[in-house]
Structure formats: C-alpha cells, structure tokens
C-alpha cells in the first residue's frame, strides 16, 4: 500500500489517480469513501458534527483502509493529527508525503469552496498555520518527501514512482505475484 500524505490542495488525489493506473493498481480515496460512509459530504458533517466527530469516522475508515494492500491511498490533509492514525500508516503503508507551500496551495485552492477549514476570512493565513501544525506530523509518518512546486502530475507520478523502485518498493510485482497468469501493467 503506497498512502499519500499532505496539506489540502496538495495533490493527493489526482496524483494518487495517476500513480495506482501507472502501478496497475486500485485507487483509493479515503475522503470519497467517508462521505460514502456518512451519507452526506464531508463539508455537511462537518458543520453539523463538528471537527472531532469527523476525525473519529476518518480513523475507523483509514484503519479499515490500510487492511487492504496493492493500493494507492489519498488520505484527507488531517488525517496525522491523531496518533493512531500516523502509527498505522507509517507501519501498514509506504508513505509519501506531498509537500506544497501554504502560497502554492492558496494559488491551488482560491477559488475551492468544498473544504471546510478553509472557509475563513483569510485561507492564505489559515493554510499557513495548518503548515506550521502538520508539516512536522507529515513529516514523522513519511517514508518519502517530494516538493510538489509546480511539476506536472506526470513529473510528480515519475518522481514517486523513482523513490519507489529506488527503495524497492513495486507493487505491480507483489500484485502480479497473487494473481497467477497476471502481468504488469503500466
């Protein structure tokens, strides 16, 4: 299981999308799934919840999620503040954290209205503090750093896909390995 960590904007699903179809992999979205799971969108739980009911649903999905192998995990931006949480990601998955400046993001997310937190009279400073909050979180968990800047999705796709071959890590093999008769995708 390969689990994408970052700030919100930061890449993770589309990047997540593009890493599992070059690995020949599933893809999964935990924020898509907890909204599943909720039978609302996660801004409406939010609101209504509030932060720490949510954070409770997104660590039994994440748990239920890291069961799984062979996969490319988004995870939502907050999902390391609980410890739990970074415990089972660092030891059940290959974490690669996005890292993205709190300027890149509000250029990325200016005009984003679906996400909760940053619904503030100033995202660009709110983004800031959820840097200074979870970067060193992010940074605990992470097996892997890439600095998202303003690469592509392919030269971010290809960056990962590096460290991982570098480390070792291929999960088309392990995935081929279970499926006799499989063979790698690209």
Same mark, same amino acid.
């Given at each position: ?12 699903? @589309? ?13 999964? $979205?935990? $924020?898509?799934?907890?909204?599943? $799971? &909720?039978?609302?969108?996660?801004? @409406?739980?939010?609101? %209504? !919840? ?12 994440? +748990? *239920?999620?890291? !069961? ?14 609980? +410890? ?9 998955? #290959? ?5 993205? @400046? ?7 997310? %200016?005009?984003? %209205? ?6 503030? *009279? $100033?995202? &660009? ?16 968990? +992470? #097996? ?9 999705? *392919? @030269? ?31």
């Amino acid at each position: 299981m390969i689990s994408l960590v970052g700030l919100p904007g930061s890449g993770k699903s @589309t990047v997540g999308r593009h890493l599992a179809r070059r690995l020949g992999v599933s893809f999964l $979205d935990s $924020d898509a799934l907890i909204e599943k $799971d &909720l039978g609302c969108g996660i801004r @409406t739980f939010f609101e %209504r !919840e509030g932060e720490s009911a949510f954070r409770a649903v997104e660590a039994r999905v994440l +748990a *239920a999620l890291l !069961e799984t192998s062979s996969s490319v995990l988004s995870t939502g931006g907050g999902a390391v503040l609980l +410890a739990e949480n970074r415990r089972l990601l660092r030891e059940r998955s #290959h974490v690669v954290y996005l890292r993205s @400046t709190p300027e890149e993001l509000f250029r990325r997310l %200016r005009h984003d %209205r679906n996400r909760p937190l940053l619904q503030v *009279a $100033d995202p &660009l400073q709110k983004l800031r503090v959820l840097f200074e909050e979870r970067d060193p979180l992010y940074r605990e968990v +992470a #097996h892997f750093t890439i600095d998202t800047g303003r690469p592509s999705v *392919a @030269t971010l796709v290809n960056m990962i896909a590096m460290q991982l071959e570098l480390a070792g890590i291929c999960l088309v093999e392990r995935n081929v390995a279970h499926q006799p008769g499989g063979s790698p995708q690209e």
